[in-house]
C-alpha cells in the first residue's frame, strides 16, 4: 500500500476523535415506516459501513456504524399497497386536501425537522464521508429549499385562483397530483437531493414510496418520527432493502405513477422496462454526466484554475454537476496545470471533521479499486500522473490524480469517473471540443473559460442544443435552486428547479362552462359555499 506523509496520520485513534464528533456505539435500526406507523423489522439487517477508518495497534479498521433493514419485496408491496390507498385514485384525503392545508403539513414537517440538524450532519459526516462544511451546509439548503417550495406554492396557487374567460367560455386552471410516486435519491446528496424531489412530490398531493440512498442511509434515522407525525397515514412511506429486490418489485406492480430517480441512465432505463404501462409513467429522473470544461487560449488562467479545481473536487469529485474532463489549449496547459497542482496540493485531506479538510475518504466499497484501474488504463496509453502523491491509497482514501494528456483512447475519456481523478485534454483547434461534446452520450452541462467574446459565443452556439446549462467562467453547479437543472441525451429527464418540480410532479387540469347566467350563478354558489376544493377562489398569503 502506497502512503505519503500526507496520508500517514490520515485516520485518528478514537481518543483523536473531538467529542461532539463521535457516534455513540452502533445503531441496529429496525423500524421503517408504512401506513403511519413504524413497523419493526424481524428479519435481516444490511451493515452500514463508514468511509472512516480507525487508527488501531492492529492496523486501519474500518468502523462499523451500525444496520439497516434489508426488508424484501412483499414487505416493499405492503408499502406500495398503503400509498395507493392513501391516494385512493385520487379521492384520498390528501390529494383533495386545500393547498394551504398540504403546505401546514410540510411546514410541521419542516420543524420538526430542524430540530435533528446535529443528528443528521453528524451522520452525513460518517456515512458519505462529507467535511462538516458541507454537511451543515446541505442540511441548511435542504430546509431553505423547502421553505422556497413552499412560497413558490404559495404563488402558483394564487394565480390559479382567478378565473379565465375566454371565447366564451369561463375557466378555472388548476394543477393536481398524478398518483404514487417511487423517489430515491443518490448517495453523494442523500439528503438534499433527496428532498428536491420528495417534497415537491409531497406537497402537490401525490403519496409517497421513498428508499433511501446505498449510503447515507441511517442519516434519514432521526427523520421517520417527523414523517410520521406530519402528514396523514399512507401519504409517506419509507422502506429499505436491495434495490433489485424491492424497487423491482414496486415498478412491476404497475401502480407507480411517477418515478423520480437520480442515479445511473442504465438503472433507470433497466426500471422503467419493468412498469408494465411505461406510457402512463411520469419520470423525473437526474443521470450521469460527464461535464467539461474547456480552457481557451486567451484567459484568466488564475479564475480557470480555482474554477477548475473546485469543481473537479469539491466532495473529491463525486457530484453530477463536477467537471470530469478538461480540455486546456496547448498554448496555456502546462501553466494551467504548473497553477492547478499548486492549488491541488494545498487541498487539506483528513477527517469529514476537521477544521479545513477538502478531501476525505470515499463512500463505495471497491471505489479505489476502480479509479486506479482507470489510471492504469491512461498510464499504459500515454498518459502520466503529472500531481505529487496522485493516484495515493490508504483504505477508503484516493489522494487525487491528475491525468496528462488524455486522450480519446483511454477509458477515462469517456467514463464518468465519479471521483477524484481529473483528466487534462490538450487540444489545438475548437473542433476537438466541439465533436467530444456532440458526439458524447451525456449533456447535462459545460463550463467555458476564456475572454475572447468571439471563440466564447461561437462555443455558446455550439453548446446550446447540446446541454442543459452553459456557464461562462464559472464551474458547473445546480444553484440558484430557482433556474432549471435539467439535462439532455442520458443525463436526465424532466427539469428540476424550485418552480419546475412542482409542475413535474402534477398536470393541469381545467373546469369550463359556458359563460351565462346561469352557469355564473351555479359556480358562484359552488364557491360562495365552499362546496368544491378545486373550484375555489381563496387567496394564500
Request: hydrophobic residues 40%; aromatic residues 8%; glycine residues 8%.
Amino acid at each position: 500500500m502506497n502512503r505519503n506523509s500526507r496520508l500517514t496520520d490520515l485516520f485518528p485513534s478514537l481518543d483523536r476523535i473531538p467529542e461532539q464528533y463521535r457516534l455513540e456505539g452502533q445503531t441496529e435500526q429496525r423500524e421503517y415506516l408504512v401506513d403511519g406507523e413504524l413497523r419493526f423489522w424481524k428479519g435481516p439487517l444490511a451493515t452500514v459501513r463508514s468511509p472512516v477508518y480507525l487508527s488501531t495497534p492492529n492496523g486501519d479498521e474500518q468502523v462499523i456504524l451500525g444496520s439497516t433493514p434489508q426488508l424484501d419485496s412483499e414487505t416493499a408491496l405492503v408499502a406500495l399497497d398503503a400509498a395507493v390507498r392513501a391516494y385512493d385514485s385520487g379521492q384520498g384525503a390528501w390529494p383533495t386536501m386545500r393547498v394551504a392545508e398540504r403546505i401546514h403539513h410540510v411546514e410541521q414537517f419542516l420543524s420538526r425537522m430542524r430540530e435533528q440538524r446535529e443528528a443528521v450532519v453528524k451522520l452525513l459526516m460518517w456515512e458519505i464521508g462529507k467535511n462538516l462544511k458541507d454537511s451543515e451546509k446541505e442540511f441548511d439548503r435542504t430546509c431553505d429549499y423547502i421553505v422556497d417550495t413552499i412560497n413558490a406554492l404559495k404563488q402558483l396557487d394564487r394565480r390559479s385562483s382567478r378565473f379565465e374567460l375566454e371565447q366564451g367560455t369561463l375557466g378555472q386552471i388548476r394543477r393536481v397530483p398524478l398518483g404514487v410516486t417511487l423517489c430515491m435519491g443518490p448517495y453523494n446528496y442523500p439528503l438534499n437531493e433527496t428532498f428536491t424531489t420528495l417534497i415537491p412530490a409531497l406537497i402537490m398531493g401525490n403519496t409517497v414510496v421513498f428508499k433511501p440512498a446505498k449510503f447515507g442511509v441511517l442519516l434519514i434515522r432521526p427523520l421517520l418520527e417527523a414523517f410520521r407525525d406530519s402528514f396523514p397515514a399512507g401519504v409517506i412511506n419509507l422502506i429499505y432493502g436491495s434495490g433489485r429486490e424491492v424497487v423491482s418489485a414496486l415498478m412491476a406492480s404497475g401502480k407507480v405513477d411517477i418515478f423520480a430517480f437520480i442515479g445511473t441512465n442504465k438503472g433507470a432505463s433497466a426500471l422503467k422496462k419493468l412498469h408494465p404501462k411505461p406510457h402512463r409513467l411520469r419520470a423525473a429522473l437526474g443521470l450521469d454526466a460527464k461535464n467539461p470544461g474547456i480552457v481557451l487560449p486567451e484567459v484568466d488562467l488564475d479564475n480557470a484554475v480555482n474554477e477548475a479545481v473546485t469543481g473537479s473536487l469539491s466532495f473529491n469529485g463525486q457530484r453530477c454537476t463536477a467537471l470530469k474532463i478538461l480540455f486546456v489549449h496547448e498554448s496555456v496547459v502546462d501553466a494551467f496545470l504548473d497553477k492547478f497542482n499548486a492549488k491541488l496540493s494545498a487541498l487539506k485531506p483528513g477527517m469529514p471533521w476537521e477544521p479545513g479538510v477538502a478531501l476525505t475518504p470515499l463512500p463505495e466499497q471497491g471505489k479505489t479499486d476502480y479509479l486506479n484501474e482507470l489510471v492504469a488504463d491512461a498510464q499504459a496509453k500515454g498518459a502520466s500522473v503529472v500531481n505529487e502523491g496522485g493516484g495515493e491509497v490508504r483504505g477508503s482514501f484516493f489522494f487525487p490524480a491528475v491525468l496528462y494528456p488524455v486522450s480519446s483512447d483511454m477509458r477515462v475519456y469517456q467514463e464518468e469517473q465519479f471521483g477524484p481523478v481529473v483528466p487534462v485534454v490538450p487540444y489545438r483547434g475548437l473542433k476537438t471540443v466541439i465533436d467530444y461534446v456532440l458526439q458524447s452520450d451525456f449533456g447535462q452541462q459545460l463550463s467555458i473559460f476564456g475572454k475572447n467574446s468571439a471563440e466564447v459565443g461561437r462555443l455558446v452556439d455550439a453548446f446550446a442544443n447540446q446541454v442543459g446549462r452553459i456557464n461562462i467562467n464559472a464551474q458547473c453547479q445546480r444553484g440558484p435552486d430557482t433556474y432549471p437543472f435539467n439535462g439532455r441525451k442520458d443525463s436526465a429527464e424532466g427539469t428540476l428547479s424550485v418552480h419546475d418540480a412542482l409542475r413535474v410532479f402534477s398536470i393541469r387540469t381545467l373546469v369550463a362552462t359556458r359563460f351565462d347566467e346561469s352557469n355564473k350563478e351555479l359556480v358562484s354558489s359552488i364557491i360562495r359555499n365552499r362546496e368544491s376544493s378545486f373550484l375555489t377562489t381563496d387567496y394564500i398569503f
